[in-house]
């Protein structure tokens, strides 16, 4: 926890490097990656459009599905190109 104990500058704001620690502290302990994902558009986490079934994945032997949803698209979902594949 070295990096959450850097100092933060005088505007109260966090390093970049205690956010990039959280940011990947949230999606690793914090997120329900079975029932949740990413809404750009509304700012926030939360169930996904019928039409990003979360479960679609899984159907076909690859896991775990990252959806996060298009804003200008919804229906669209960004995390397509999120397998372990294409992140080999």
């Keep these: ?12 704001q966090k390093s970049v490097a205690v956010l990039f620690q ?3 502290a949230f999606y690793a302990r914090h997120f329900d ?3 949740e994902a990413i809404s750009v558009r509304l700012g926030r986490r939360g169930p996904p459009l019928a039409e990003q079934p979360l479960d679609a994945a899984s159907e076909q032997g690859e896991g775990r599905r990252l959806v996060i ?4 698209e919804i229906t669209r979902n960004l995390g397509n190109g999120v397998t372990s594949p294409a992140l080999s």
């Design 1 to 12: 926890d070295e990096v959450a104990e850097q100092p933060m500058d005088h505007s109260g």
């Design 22 to 24: 959280e940011f990947f």
């Design 33 to 35: 990656w079975q029932r």
């Design 69 to 72: 949803e298009d804003p200008y």
